[in-house]
């Protein structure tokens, strides 16, 4: 997916993908989604979000009705770090944001 936020383009093609988490097992539940992080050449981290109609990532059709969706999230590095901390591993984190205090 491509897109331009802010005048910067976010393209998961040519980023990094870094780690992912999904909300449950089942795709096909209607509150499943499942979000990427990504690290882009500049070092910029995003999230690719996808997701069914009961996700946060649902879209809402003209009709009001609501539809699987898909965005993506930039995120400051604060963000990325949360981020990391919440869904993936120390080492992860350490190789991305370095060594932390025991």
């Known amino acids: 997916m491509r897109k ?7 393209d998961t093609g040519t980023a990094e ?3 992912w988490c999904e909300n449950m ?5 209607y509150s499943y989604c499942k979000e990427i992080l ?8 995003f999230l690719h979000g996808k ?11 003209a009709d009001r009705m ?3 969706g898909e965005k993506i999230v930039p995120l400051a590095i604060k963000e990325a ?3 990391v901390e ?11 944001f370095g060594e932390v205090e025991e």
């Open 4 to 10: 331009i936020i802010n005048g910067k383009m976010y």
């Open 17 to 19: 993908e870094i780690d």
């Open 25 to 29: 097992t089942n795709p096909g539940n």
């Open 38 to 45: 990504y690290r882009k050449k500049t070092g910029e981290f």
């Open 51 to 61: 997701g069914n109609a009961a996700s946060m990532y649902a879209e809402v059709q």
């Open 66 to 68: 609501r539809s699987p």
């Open 81 to 83: 770090m949360v981020w």
């Open 86 to 96: 919440n869904y993936s591993d120390a080492d992860t984190y350490i190789d991305l």
